[in-house]
């Protein structure tokens, strides 16, 4: 089992930036990607970034491209989400996940963090 913890959510003005860090734990040796996904209220849970743990190849939903950037550090075994320019409607809760296939969909990944809130006012 891996471990998740995310840190780095908060309040920002529309044009702003945050820097979400995703620190893992446990049996950190099985994951083969990570992936940042986000949930505002009443909405299902989506895609937002993911990473190859070996590698280092991105994926970005349309939405994010060119304003956030997913990064890792694998000797701290922390994922970073750089979000840039942020709009409100990147407001939600931002979970961090690992998985051990290639995927963008929240069920082929098999740990997730508690998550951390981002809002983002006009």
């Known amino acids: 089992q891996v471990q998740l913890v995310e840190s780095g959510g908060g309040l920002v003005q529309a044009g702003g930036s945050l820097r979400l860090s995703c620190a893992a734990s446990?049996?950190?040796?099985?994951?083969?990607?990570m992936a940042w996904f986000r949930q505002a209220p009443g909405k299902d849970r989506e895609f937002v970034a993911n990473?190859?743990?070996?590698?280092?190849?991105?994926q970005y939903t349309d939405s994010v491209k060119g304003r956030f950037t997913i990064s890792k550090d694998n000797a701290r075994n922390t994922v970073y989400l750089q979000m840039n320019s942020l709009k409100p409607e990147d407001t939600a809760v931002y979970y961090c996940?690992?998985?051990?296939?290639?995927?963008?969909?929240?069920?082929?990944?098999?740990?997730w963090g508690q998550g951390t809130q981002v809002t983002v006012s006009s």
């Open positions: 996940a690992a998985g051990r296939v290639y995927g963008t969909n929240p069920s082929l990944f098999e740990s």
């Open positions: 446990g049996r950190t040796f099985s994951v083969y990607m």
């Open positions: 990473i190859l743990w070996s590698g280092g190849t991105t």
